[in-house]
Structure formats: C-alpha cells, structure tokens
C-alpha cells in the first residue's frame, strides 16, 4: 500500500515492515504459535483494521507492533513506543481522579505537572467528560472508562493509535460514543495511523481504510474496504475470509 501522503509513483517508506515475523509462546515442541511467518507494511496515515475470529493473532500483533511482545524470529521495524499509544478493551487506569490518569502520561514523558493538568483537562474536553475531571477514574462507566483512555491518547499526540477491541464491552450508545472518537481523531490527526482489531464489521466499514484478515496466525487476505467487503472478489480469491464475513454478517 501507498502511503496517503505519497506522490503518484512514490514508494514511501513504511512506518511499520514486518518480514517473515512469528511468535511462539511456550515450548517449541509443545507452544502456541501465535503468529506465522506475517509479512506486513503499515504506512503513516492508513487506518487499519484486523479482523478474524477470536484467537487469529489480532491482540498479538497489536502487542508486537507496540513493543510489548517480541517475535519469536523474523524482523520488526517501526516508530519507538513513545511514539505511540495503544488502548485496550477493557482500559489500564489508577485509582485517582480522571483529572490525574490523563495527565499522569504527559507527566511521566518529562511535561512539568501543571502544564500536564492543563493539557489534561483539554484533552478530557475533547472527549466530552471535563465535567468529571474530580472524579474517581475507577468509578465511571465502561463508555467513559474508554472515552478516559482516549483523552490519554490525545493529550500524547501518538504518530500511532493501536485500538484492540475498543468498544467490545461496551452497550450500544457507549460504542457509538468511542468509535465517533476514533473517526474524528482519525480525521482530524490526518498523519495518525490508526491500527484496531474488531468483530463489528459495520465499524470496519466506517473507520478502515484497509482490512487485514488473520486466521491461525496467518494474513490471509490484506485488501481495501472495498474489496473486502466484494462477495465475489472475496469468494473467488480468499475462500477463508468469505466464510468469515458470511458468518458475522449473517
């Protein structure tokens, strides 16, 4: 894939390449490979989605392009870490006020505290809870535990956003709420590269760009939207994803 930013007949560098990457967890004789020789790149301002069932490698391949699992063989290059910032389906955050949970990453990459607060509370705007600024992280809801999560995100401008499952938990208007968040970070941050994992193949449509489908490890098929969403392009060239797309949206 071109990177958006590309002239027509650029090859652009990617943000991520990955060559022949596999992850084992456990003993060779009796682990679990989790990804299988994945061949990938990820240019700057993509927003990708991987789909597949659950135990395909999606999680897993969000945590090695984060930094968070290292491959087992194969090579690995992207932007550092600090460049980037991913949220989970159900979000990491301490027992203190909304306020300090936000401001606490800006905080911890050198930001001095009260500038940190006040990044804080305008990326908490962004999102719609300022209002619950004083409150307890730990006693919102899930929609807003999320919305929290994505303030974070925010307020560290990440040249990457992994998402893996964002709005799983949540119930309906909640889930409406996080992924109308994704789509304005995504426009509105036009260099971010959006990376996520979803069941909600709706959501794909209305976010990605491109969809990466995983089976056992393996990249089966790596297609625009459309493409992806072709029944017959798909039935005749990637059997595997058909059969998957019929049975989510069936």
Known sequence: ??????????????????????????????????????????????????????????????????????????????????????????PYLMRMPVLANVALGLWLRGTPWAQAKVQALEALGRVGLADLAARNAHALSGGQQQRVALARAWALNPQVLLLDEPTASLDPHAKREVEALMHEFALQRRAMTLIFASHNLGQVKRLASRVIYLEQGQVLADLPVPDFFDEALLQQRYPQAHLFVKGETL
Do not use: W, Y
């Open 1 to 90: 894939m071109r990177a958006l930013d590309a002239a027509p007949g650029e090859v652009a560098t990617p943000l991520f390449a990955l060559q022949t990457l596999d992850v084992q967890f456990g003993a060779r004789q009796r682990g679990v490979r989790a990804l299988c020789g994945v061949n990938l790149s990820i240019h700057a301002g993509e927003r990708v989605a991987l789909v597949g069932a659950n135990g395909c490698g999606k999680s897993t391949l969000l945590r090695v392009l984060h930094g968070l699992i290292v491959p087992t063989q194969g090579r690995l290059s992207g932007p550092a870490r600090g460049a980037q910032a991913m949220l989970f389906q159900k």
